[in-house]
Each structure stands twice: as structure tokens, then as C-alpha cells.
């Protein structure tokens, strides 16, 4: 049988515990792999061991797979109403609601998030898309489509059946949520996998799943690999649907596995460039109170008639960000995921040196044990550097110095990336004019980071297939149908 996971904290943030199983979960219970095998959940605050989880192989997707149909086949699907549906959407929110510190404390546990943010952002907007997409739930319809007299025509929604979803490590519980939601609510089964970085809460939601009442079956949650279990689930043939959140390079394998075995419906989550565009007329003191989230914005242009002044703040705020534990009050920053990503951005700092750009603060190791980077400023940077081209993930980002509108929108579109971007100026015609020439799937204007249940949120180019959030969301997960009704025959 699977182990057990038990934990306490006992720290100036939070105080509790949590125990959970950490097999797979399929068919309503938790079983071992079919290799027997486990991986390890690391730490990032210190580099150790947190657990072992169970690790799946292909065989266990099959055994997933066969839960899923089963379960779409006989208590899910064209079974179950939207009414009934939406009120156990509605009962899964009330249930996280119950346990909404202890999967904040796992969550930033695993991820290296801090606590306070994964409390008060990700566990929160997690229940509200829940709470969101219940209410769509019964309001799936078609149309009636005017033909002549002799027919009534009709269109249906109908749930496409196994879907199987794939999310990455740095939203764990979001991203979990964005993607079992919407299906749900339009009537599928689901088997997902979670990175192996960050399990801890999809698996902890399979508890909590059960305590709303949605029957087993439904979802199905297996750990492993993503050249495993990821590639199983992209290439199964009977799944009809994937969808996928994390690098363009492994979606272009997503999708090629999927053409190659069953043409499925893919939608495609990926990386991202995003461009913030500070205009010279930019209320600096609004923008500071996003200061957080400017940290995280990749290309930071800033007009000439302020570049000085911004650089000045900026760096002041990059350097007054308190990087440490993420269970210590007043932490802003915690540790990178994992070791291969703390790796990953360092190399894309040395290589950021190694091509002529300027330190203006940071570019280095934070402490002596665990993930942590500091937060780091490029500037002097050329649009052929990787720094300036390539997704980073992490506390790095370049700041750009540019002159007019002609001369920042080429630069902005200047990348395979298209996902989102940002615009600060006090020039509302101009605001809405630039948002309308960058090529993203999401513009905020005089804000950043602010993702609403309500709105879709996804790409263009590089950047993914389809859409997140909103009423959109559903589209990726029904099949239409037409219906033909002849009700008289033709003279």
C-alpha cells in the first residue's frame, strides 16, 4: 500500500498539520505504481527531503484511462445533469474553503512560494475559478438553427469523455484547478498528471475531491514523469483530449504525440516573453505599489524622459525585496523550485555577462543552502541576447530603454513569445492604442498580473493553442453536434 505523508508547522506564519496519502490516485482510491517505484519531493527552502511519492508508468495511465471511461460511462458524462453538476462544483470551493491554510502551507512547502502569497493568491483564486465555472455548469446549450419548415435543426454541447491534462511546477494548485474545473463542469473524466516537482497538492485534492461528493472515477490524478506518464497521456488513444501548461518545447512534443495517435484536441498553455512598456508619462508611485509584480515582468522598457528616475526606483525595490524562508514573516521571495531550475537561471545569468550586459544588482547565489537567487536587473542588453530573447523563469528580468510608441511596439513583438504584456501611462487613447498592436493573448493596462475567473487567458504564436478561464475555457472541452430532425418530407 501507498505511504503516508505527515507534516506540522510550527512557524510565525502558519501552525498545523497535514496527512495524506501519496499513491496514485485512481478510481477513487490510492494504489501504488505498477513498478513499485516512488520519486523524491525535495525541499527547495534546504534541498532535503519533504516525502516520496508514488511513481506512475504507462500502465497505470492505461488503468487510469479505464477508470475514467467507466466512470464517464455510468455516473458522469450524459449521466449527470449541469444542475448537479454545478452544486458539486459548488461543494469542491466550500471544501477547499475548509482546508484553505493547510494547501497553502503545502503548497508553498513544495513550491518554494511564500505562505502569505500562496494564501492569499493562489489558494484563493484557485477556489474562486471552482466556484466560477459552477456556475456554468448548467448553462452548456446549443442553438436552434433556422433551416426551412420541413426540418428543426439543433446544435448540442457534449462532453468529450477521458481528457487527460498535464500541469507544470510553478502554480501547482492553480494550474490543477484551471484545468480540472472547466472539464468538469462540461461533463468529463479527467486523468492528470502534476509535475514531479510540486505533487503535494493535486495529490492532497483527492481527498478533498471525494469529500465533495464527485464520484469516483472522475478524476484521477497520476504522479510520474513527464516522459512517461506525460508522454502516455499525450499519445493514449483513448483519450480524446489534452491539455498541457508549461514549456513551448515540450508542447510541440505534446501535440506531436497527439497527431500521431489519435488526432486529439490539444490546447496549449506555454512560455512567455511579456514585454511592460513604462511610457514617460507613467504614474511612478502607482507603479510602485505593483512593485512585486514588475520584479517578474521579463522585458521592462522604460521611455527615455524617465529611464533614469525608473532604474533608480527599481533598483532600490529590487534590492529591498527580503528573500528567505518562505514560512518567515515579511518574505517577498522564496527559493526556486529546484535544483535543475536554480541551475537553469544562474546559466542564463552568466550568459547574460558573457554577452556585454550590465549588472545593475543582483546576479547571484542568495545564502548558503537551498534554491534561492537574487533578485536580479540587466540593463545595457542587445535584442539578440538570450536574456533578452529567451524565457527565463525566474528573478531576472532586462530593462530596455526605448523612445516612442513606433520604436517599443517592434521591440515588444520582437520575440517567438506572445502571452501577455503590460502598459503604464496616464495617456488612456494611447494606452488603449499600444495594447491593440502588441501581439498577446492578455494587455493590462496600468496594472499587471491580474487574472480574473471570468476573463480568458492564453497566447499567441509560441505561446499556446486555445484558452484558459472564462467561457472560453469551455470550448476546449465539449463536442458540437448538429441535429437534423426532418418533419415533413419533401413534395
Not at 470 to 479: D, P, Q, R, V
Request: proline share 3%; net charge negative.
Amino acid at each position: 500500500m501507498p505511504s503516508t505523508f505527515s507534516y506540522e508547522w510550527d512557524t510565525p506564519v502558519y501552525k498545523g498539520k497535514t496527512s495524506f496519502n501519496t499513491g496514485l490516485f485512481i478510481g477513487g482510491k490510492f494504489v501504488d505504481g505498477s513498478n513499485a517505484t516512488t520519486i523524491d519531493v525535495i525541499n527547495p527552502a534546504d534541498g532535503k527531503l519533504i516525502t516520496k511519492i508514488s511513481e506512475g508508468v504507462e500502465k497505470d495511465v492505461d488503468i487510469a484511462v479505464e477508470a475514467a471511461q467507466k466512470a464517464f460511462e455510468t455516473v458522469w458524462g450524459l449521466n449527470v445533469g449541469g444542475l448537479e453538476r454545478s452544486n458539486l462544483l459548488w461543494k469542491l470551493a466550500t471544501a477547499m474553503e475548509s482546508h484553505k491554510e493547510e494547501l497553502a502551507a503545502i503548497e508553498a512547502l513544495d513550491n518554494g512560494k511564500t505562505f502569505d502569497w500562496a494564501f492569499g493568491t493562489d489558494v484563493t483564486a484557485s477556489i474562486d475559478v471552482v466556484r466560477y465555472f459552477a456556475g456554468w455548469a448548467d448553462k452548456i446549450t446549443g442553438q436552434t438553427v433556422e433551416t426551412d419548415e420541413r426540418k428543426f435543426v439543433y446544435t448540442r454541447h457534449e462532453p468529450i469523455g477521458v481528457v487527460g491534462q498535464i500541469i507544470p511546477w510553478n502554480f501547482p494548485l492553480l494550474m490543477f484547478i484551471w484545468k480540472i474545473a472547466p472539464a468538469l463542469a462540461t461533463g468529463n473524466t479527467i486523468i492528470i498528471k502534476p509535475s514531479e516537482f510540486t505533487p503535494l497538492t493535486a495529490i492532497r485534492m483527492a481527498e478533498i475531491i471525494q469529500e465533495a461528493g464527485i464520484p469516483d472515477g472522475v478524476v484521477n490524478i497520476v504522479t510520474g514523469y513527464g516522459q512517461t506518464v506525460g508522454g502516455a497521456i499525450s499519445s493514449h488513444l483513448k483519450i480524446d483530449k489534452v491539455a498541457f501548461t508549461g514549456s513551448t518545447l515540450v508542447g510541440r512534443k505534446v501535440m506531436e504525440a497527439a497527431a500521431k495517435s489519435n488526432v486529439k484536441n490539444v490546447t496549449l498553455e506555454l512560455g512567455g516573453k511579456s514585454p511592460n512598456i513604462i511610457f514617460d508619462d507613467a504614474d511612478l508611485s502607482n507603479l510602485w505599489n505593483h512593485g512585486q509584480a514588475c520584479c517578474a515582468g521579463s522585458r521592462i522598457f522604460v521611455q527615455a524622459g524617465i529611464y533614469d528616475k525608473f532604474l533608480e526606483a527599481f533598483t532600490k525595490k529590487a534590492q529591498s525585496i527580503k528573500v528567505g524562508d518562505p514560512f518567515a514573516k515579511g518574505v517577498e521571495q522564496g527559493p526556486q523550485v529546484s535544483q535543475i531550475q536554480y541551475d537553469r537561471i544562474m546559466g542564463y545569468i552568466d550568459s547574460g555577462k558573457a554577452e556585454g550586459a550590465t549588472i545593475q544588482t543582483g546576479g547571484a547565489r542568495h545564502g548558503s543552502e537551498g534554491y534561492y537567487i537574487q533578485p536580479t536587473i540587466f540593463t545595457d542588453t542587445t535584442p539578440d541576447m538570450k536574456i533578452v530573447q529567451e524565457e527565463i523563469f525566474g528573478p531576472v528580468g532586462v530593462v530596455i530603454k526605448f523612445e516612442d510608441e513606433e520604436d517599443v511596439i517592434r521591440q515588444a513583438n520582437d520575440t517567438v513569445f506572445g502571452l501577455a504584456a503590460a502598459v503604464f501611462t496616464q495617456n488612456i487613447t494611447r494606452a488603449i492604442e499600444t495594447a491593440h498592436k502588441l501581439q498577446a493573448g492578455t494587455v493590462w493596462v496600468n496594472c499587471i498580473n491580474q487574472i480574473e475567473a471570468q476573463v480568458p487567458f492564453g497566447g499567441y504564436k509560441q505561446s499556446g493553442i486555445g484558452r484558459e478561464l472564462g467561457e472560453y475555457a469551455l470550448h476546449n472541452y465539449t463536442n458540437v453536434k448538429g441535429v437534423h430532425v426532418n418533419l415533413r418530407h419533401r413534395k
